[in-house]
């Protein structure tokens, strides 16, 4: 069945992004208000995974388009609860890197963003499973998922406080051991960082796998076995400057399906949240799982 796309439910994480004062419904009233087509209805998380439970309850009850208000672990939860059901997800970012919204190009403007759910354009995009786990953007081991722990207990959110906590944690964090097969490709190597990248992007514009196509079926893996002095500057350089690829300092491969055995528990993230650690891993990629509202500049390839 077609999902009605003028049935719209807002899930808002209250707490997402550092302005609590966020009048989300004044704001749905100045743009949407004008359109009577349109049906809309805000559902409040009020803990941790409560977003995946109110996005599959509004998807059953016919809403055609779910909005994730809220930064990529919203966006993580309300995409789990969508899976299977045809109803769309659309961004409302508001978190701390908004990874996904950027590479949908999903305007970070949220009078923008609303605006484009009066005549939103839908398309499926591939989706990620670390250990049966949903991601949408990004999953990884390594540094950054010890980072994302270390994020989450430090008690202040934004890009500076994320700058200051892996700077710490740079001073202190060992690689470990790990063999990757990737197709018929066997590696083994040390681990710094392996990410697994759906979208282009961690968030705030670092583009850990610039060339990512998150329609293409297949998974663009990143690979920094070793992260000294000299190229940290180059790795930090080329997040910024979305030329990685070419710096020399990490290298790539693309993958269906991925498996890590570590040597040591490794600790994994899903779309920038920390999730556990493990020493078995399988990656593997759902081709156009989740439909899903892009930006006028996404562009199809």
């Known amino acids: 069945m077609t999902p009605n796309l003028s049935r719209l439910c807002f899930i808002f994480n209250p707490i997402s992004g550092t302005n609590r004062n966020f009048d989300l419904q004044g704001l749905l009233n100045q743009v949407l208000s004008k359109d009577y087509a349109l049906h809309y209805e805000i559902r409040p998380t009020q803990y941790a995974g409560h977003a995946e439970e109110l996005a599959r309850e509004a998807a059953a009850q016919g809403y055609g388009i779910v909005v994730a208000v809220g930064g990529d672990g919203t966006v993580n939860e309300v995409g789990r609860g969508l899976l299977g059901t045809g109803a769309a997800m659309a961004v409302l970012p508001r978190g701390s890197g908004n990874g996904l919204a950027r590479h949908l190009g999903i305007p970070l403007r949220p009078e923008a963003a609303v605006a484009l759910l009066r005549r939103p354009r839908?398309?499926?995009?591939?989706?990620?499973?670390?250990?049966?786990?949903?991601?949408?953007?990004?999953?990884g081991l390594g540094f950054d998922a010890h980072v994302s722990r270390c994020f989450a207990e430090a008690g202040t959110r934004g890009l500076s406080t994320y700058v200051r906590v892996a700077l710490r944690e740079y001073q202190r964090y060992r690689p470990c051991p790990v063999?990757?097969?990737?197709?018929?490709?066997h590696i083994q190597t040390d681990c710094y960082v392996l990410a697994f990248a759906n979208a282009a992007q961690y968030g705030n514009n670092a583009y850990i796998a610039p060339l990512a196509d998150i329609r293409d079926g297949l998974l663009d893996v990143c690979l920094i076995n070793q992260l000294p002095f000299t190229r940290a500057i180059r790795?930090?350089?080329g997040l910024a400057a979305g030329n990685l690829p070419t710096s020399g300092a990490a290298d790539y491969h693309t993958a269906q399906t991925v498996h890590v055995r570590a040597e040591q528990a490794l600790?994994?993230?899903l779309d920038g949240d920390y999730a556990g650690d493990a020493t078995d891993f399988t990656v593997a990629l759902e081709p156009l799982a989740l439909p899903v509202v892009v930006g006028e500049g996404f562009e199809v390839k």
């Open 122 to 139: 839908v398309l499926p995009i591939d989706v990620g499973r670390l250990n049966g786990r949903p991601f949408f953007c990004t999953a």
């Open 179 to 185: 063999e990757i097969t990737l197709g018929d490709k």
């Open 235 to 237: 790795v930090a350089y």
């Open 267 to 269: 600790g994994f993230h």
